[in-house]
């Protein structure tokens, strides 16, 4: 139910059809993501393992622990950025407010008193939600989940009132009625997600978008990189794949190696400012 298993069925599907034979999608749970990324870093690189990343499990989780397990820019080979999720903050629609200046008049004035949830220490959508409590001036109780599935279905349940996290992990519950979508992290707005207002008109310098991206284990032979690429090209390209996530708000953009290598440096240098600002640690 995280943003990142989801697109990573939408797309795997689609890629293992370019590539010529079916792509499972193993998703393996724990320490933000650390467990995964260790997985695909440690297995064959054959080309029959790849791994879809994402700023959370790459360049935050690792450096929760007193010694990161990997290194995010050297123990990976870089296949290709694949799309740009905004974050969307979202509400239980039993909560009285339905525009976002409404909700920051209501989390500044505690009435109602709102909690926010999380996909754990570090996620995405702790950043980004310790991050608006900031800017925003205003204080809520954060209340972190084992995964961004767990996380928006407790703010669908009531447990907790608010969560901003990553399109694709909320924009069915939304257009369900579940959920109630009040602003999104991107710097303007988008049709991807209608008349849907940015955090930053509300809140001046707000500014926490993520992305996805394809990596292979280090030593995947040169030719296996470029293959993948070829067809992960190819798949992203397609007008169904194209809708398909459109539909999770996230914008398709694919890059060479080493301009999805500077992002990941990018993001990192930026998390790990964040860290050692909010002294984040695992637990």
Do not use: C
Not at 26 to 53: K, L, Q
Request: no cysteine; glycine share 10%.
């Amino acid at each position: 139910g995280s943003a990142i298993d989801t697109l990573g069925r939408i797309i795997g599907q689609r890629l293992g059809e370019a590539l010529g034979q079916q792509l499972i999608i193993d998703n393996r749970a724990g320490a933000g993501g650390v467990i995964g990324m260790e997985i695909g870093r440690n297995a064959n690189p054959d080309g029959y393992t790849v791994i879809f990343a994402s700023p959370p499990s790459l360049t935050v989780a690792p450096f929760l622990q007193a010694k990161p397990p990997f290194d995010p820019l050297s123990d990976f080979e870089f296949i290709s950025t694949i799309g740009i999720t905004p974050n969307v903050l979202v509400v239980n629609p039993t909560v009285p407010v339905r525009t976002l200046a409404e909700f920051l008049e209501a989390v500044r004035a505690k009435k109602p008193t709102m909690n926010m949830a999380s996909a754990g220490n570090g996620s995405q959508s702790h950043l980004a939600g310790v991050m608006l409590t900031t800017l925003g001036k205003f204080e809520s109780l954060h209340v972190p989940y084992k995964g961004g599935g767990p996380s928006v279905a407790a703010v669908v349940a009531g447990e907790a009132q608010w969560t901003i996290t990553p399109a694709p992990t909320v924009m069915s519950m939304v257009k369900g009625g579940k959920l109630r979508a009040l602003a999104h992290s991107l710097s303007k707005r988008t049709a991807l997600l209608g008349d849907l207002p940015t955090l930053i008109e509300q809140v001046p310098g707000y500014d926490s978008s993520g992305w996805v991206g394809l990596l292979a284990p280090k030593g995947t032979p040169r030719p296996i990189q470029d293959r993948l690429r070829a067809a992960l090209t190819k798949t992203m390209s397609t007008p169904e794949m194209r809708e398909a996530m459109a539909n999770q708000a996230t914008e398709i953009q694919l890059s060479t190696p080493e301009e999805f290598r500077s992002l990941v440096k990018r993001s990192l240098e930026q998390n790990l400012r964040m860290i050692k600002t909010l002294n984040l640690t695992a637990d």
